[in-house]
């Protein structure tokens, strides 16, 4: 028995050494479906643990079992699976040769630059990107916050600054249709969605500066979106702790109809309940949209943009604690509320295009578009408060707890402002594009109305004095009584109407020089005209292109021109609410000089872009912002100037898949006209500051004119990494990566002037991180009866947003004590928080 025993445990060990010695040879190449090797490719039998990967020319040679029915799998990350089924028989030796198929797990690994964008500085984004990337407010915005040029300092907003701009400076464009922002908000936390609905998009160009005639009247950048136009019945969902998302289009009639439908919801109260503010958040934000084309005939096409978004947000806060200052002198700033804000954004806005193509190298569009929004915001917040210096040594009882009270006080916040908006445009565009020529022109007239009823004031108590507070008289019998005064008052009822017409032409010429260097050259202006104060522009705008031959990797661009930003309604409105009919438009003049250079590393590609500008500026109107809303005072005139350099490195830093890093140095000053003070000097030659000093009986003064001062965008230095990465021999599960660095931007105290505001946030950091894991994908296969039958791909994301928990400051809430000593608090945006998201495309 006990013989029989040990040769049965022979058998059973030795089974596998002998089934291994029966073995033959699989060899072979991977290939796309151009026919271009793939290396690295991930080659294995499904079952067993042996496996390889392919050469730099695709070959792979791979000893498998023999005499039975195996099945050869081959993975790369961005290709669908793809299976062989063989039987080989003991030593034979089989050559095959597989081809993989791309599929939409990821992206191309190389961003597209045609000629033609090349030579207008214009970038073309891949929309996938929008999809993967981290990010709490989600949308292309998320994409392009990465980019060089670009910076933003809240996570919470979708608004972004582009070389020294601000939000109001930056042209949205849907299908050629100018997209507008609400006008009331002034938090992330009401901002709610982006227009752009990521799902939808299958085209994205983006200019930072130096753009064409074609493109309106602003001063920093362009967003040009196109809307995806389906041949086939298609869809995505989306699921997570944010909201959902749902989009399908298809075809009808015969493929004469196309759509694509898109419908949002966010509510963000699960990031508001983070904030230092506690209390009943209900945002509640939602969106749809359409794109409907329809096939008139051989050279006819008629499409409809429709949107529609109502959001609201409602807040009764309860009580706030924040604690500022330095390492050695911490303060606690502690808050009770009573009341309430609610905020309401109602927006529509649809589009007819008519196009008509007499042939195949010119097209003819009428554009018919109309925008209304309807905007309140109502609040009525009292909040009590109380500073205090916190105990920050760690030896005491009492470390972390407050120790001595510095100030007492309360305000009552108040707001009835109503803002409604109509916008009606009727415009014509062409081209015609003939041998090396492109011509484009187009004429437009718009009718802007606006009705605007503002209501708005602040009330501040210091130890139960009213702030500001008149000077005390003790002793006089007859004292001043002045009448009461609130810290700020802003109130008017202002309608507007404005016709405005404007027009456009712009040729680009392609010319192949004698020794095959290659230039494109455009040129173009516009011409701009708006009745409210009789104001003509001339824009005339021009780029070069040069490619030399014996460089084919190398491009070398220039641009230039004149941008007006002719004012909308906020720039025409002075703080105290009254409207300022002599504002005329602001002016940029470009240039610009960048460069292309390709290369391969580590046999990878890459393109690496520099760009360097300077923007002469004039006619602006000062501003300052207090979170994302841009308050101007157009009684002030300013001139300055924005100039900086621009760093990309774009390429495949993990094989496969496409990140980048970019790098931004850059200084906006503004120096205001007839801006000036005075320096007070005693007999001693000693400053003095009138109404503290009590020598004053001999004094002197000095006229001081501050020159130039940052502008309220003077970022100086920005850094961001757009990364993907995945596990090797796993595609389908992937890491996703957004890092952004900014300098702190410049603020200062309220009701004070511009000079004085050379105060510096703390810098801007923050670092989104994704995982994904795509568990259905264009090679998975089910039965007729299973319910993920209908999905083409499938994935699951965990995100973990500000990663390293910082506390980044995006504004600051000023209080005063009675003897006038003023505390800036800073307010805090998210901590670190998590998000789970499903999403699938059928």
Do not use: C
Request: overall charge neutral; glycine content about 8%.
């Amino acid at each position: 028995m006990r013989l029989h025993f040990a040769f049965l445990l022979f058998i059973i060990f030795s089974l596998p050494i002998l089934t291994f010695g029966q073995t033959a040879v699989v060899e072979g190449k991977v290939i796309s479906k151009s026919g271009k090797a793939i290396e690295l490719a991930n080659v294995a039998v499904l079952g067993e643990k042996t496996g390889t990967t392919t050469d730099k020319k695709g070959f792979f040679s791979l000893e498998v079992p023999a005499n039975r029915d195996i099945t050869i799998a081959v993975s790369y990350v961005g290709f669908s699976d793809k299976q062989e089924h063989i039987r080989l028989k003991e030593n034979e030796n089989k050559t095959i040769e597989l081809q993989m198929v791309r599929i939409a797990t990821v992206l191309p690994g190389f961003e597209v630059k045609d000629e033609r964008l090349g030579a207008e500085s214009l970038i073309r984004l891949n929309p996938k990107n929008v999809s993967i990337a981290p990010s709490m407010s989600g949308g292309v915005e998320a994409v392009l916050k990465t980019l060089p040029g670009v910076t933003s300092n809240n996570e919470l907003s979708s608004q972004y600054s582009v070389r020294g701009g601000n939000f109001d400076e930056n042209l949205v464009y849907v299908n050629d249709i100018e997209i507008y922002r609400p006008f009331l908000i002034s938090s992330g936390q009401q901002e709610g969605l982006s227009f752009v609905n990521s799902a939808m998009v299958s085209s994205i160009l983006f200019s930072a500066g130096g753009f064409g005639a074609e493109y309106g009247d602003k001063m920093a950048s362009v967003l040009d979106v196109k809307y995806k136009q389906p041949n086939t019945f298609g869809g995505n969902v989306s699921l997570s702790l944010l909201g959902a998302e749902l989009s399908a289009g298809g075809t009808a009639a015969k493929n004469k109809i196309n759509f694509i439908f898109g419908g949002r919801y966010k509510t963000n109260r699960y990031v508001l309940n983070s904030l230092d503010t506690k209390g009943n958040y209900q945002p509640d934000f939602f969106d749809f949209q359409s794109l409907i084309n329809f096939k008139l005939g051989a050279k006819w096409d008629l499409s409809f943009l429709g949107y529609y978004s109502r959001n609201q947000y409602k807040v009764i806060p309860s009580d706030r604690e924040t604690d500022f200052g330095t390492f050695q002198e911490v303060y606690r700033f502690k808050v009770y509320f009573e009341g309430q804000e609610v905020d309401k954004y109602e927006m529509a806005q649809g589009g007819l295009t008519l196009s008509y193509k007499p042939n195949k190298n010119t097209n003819l569009r009428l554009i018919a578009s109309a925008y209304h929004t309807d905007e309140s915001e109502t609040y009525d917040i009292l909040g009590q408060y109380w500073i205090g210096l916190v105990q920050n040594n760690s030896g005491s009882e009492e470390f972390g707890e407050v120790v001595q009270t510095t100030g007492v006080g309360s305000f009552l916040e108040h707001a009835r402002n109503y803002f409604v908006a109509d916008v009606v445009t009727l415009e014509h565009k062409g081209s015609i594009a003939k041998g090396n020529n492109f011509l484009k022109w187009g004429v437009r007239y718009q009718f802007q109305s606006v009705n605007d009823r503002i209501r708005e004031w602040e009330m501040l108590d210091s130890a139960g004095y009213s702030l500001p507070h008149p000077v005390d008289d003790p002793g006089n019998p007859f004292p001043n009584n002045p009448a009461f005064v609130l810290n700020e008052f802003t109130g008017a009822h202002n309608t507007l109407q404005i016709n405005r017409y404007s027009a456009y032409i712009s040729d680009q010429w392609n010319l192949s020089l004698n020794n095959n260097d290659e230039i494109s050259i455009t040129a173009g202006a516009r011409l701009y005209y708006w009745d409210y104060n009789d104001e003509l522009l001339f824009s005339p705008r021009a780029s070069i292109s040069y490619k030399p031959h014996k460089r084919k990797n190398l491009v070398l661009r220039f641009a230039t021109g004149y941008y007006y930003q002719p004012p909308f309604y906020r720039e025409l409105r002075n703080l105290d609410g009254s409207l300022n009919p002599n504002v005329k438009s602001q002016k940029s003049i470009h240039f610009i000089l960048g460069s292309d250079y390709r290369f391969h590393a580590w046999n990878r590609p890459f393109i690496f872009t520099t760009e360097l500008y300077y923007k002469m500026l004039d006619n602006l109107i000062p501003y300052h912002i207090d979170n994302v809303r841009v308050r101007y005072d157009p009684t002030q005139l300013a001139k300055g100037y924005a100039a900086g350099v621009d760093f990309k490195l774009y390429g495949e830093f993990v094989r496969g898949v496409d990140s980048w890093l970019s790098i931004s140095l850059m200084k906006t000053e503004e120096d205001i006209y007839d801006d000036f003070y005075y320096d007070y000097y005693n007999a001693s030659g000693e400053k003095i500051v009138l109404g503290v000093s009590d020598d004053i009986d001999v004094m002197d003064s000095v006229r001081v004119e501050p020159g130039y001062i940052p502008r309220p965008t003077d970022q100086r230095v920005n850094f961001s990494v757009f990364f993907q990465d995945y596990i090797p021999g796993h595609p389908y599960l992937k890491m996703h990566l957004r890092l952004l660095y900014g300098t702190g931007l410049p603020f200062g105290a309220p009701n004070t002037e511009r000079y004085q505001h050379t105060l510096r946030m703390p810098d801007y950091r923050r670092v989104d991180i994704g995982f994904s894991y795509q568990f259905i994908n264009e090679g998975s296969t089910f039965g007729p009866k299973n319910p993920f039958r209908n999905f083409k791909n499938m994935w699951v994301s965990l995100e973990v947003f500000n990663l390293l928990q910082i506390y980044n400051t995006v504004s600051y809430i000023w209080i005063k004590d009675i003897s006038n000593t003023q505390y800036a608090v800073p307010n805090y945006l998210t901590p670190r928080l998590l998000n789970i998201k499903l999403t699938a495309e059928f």
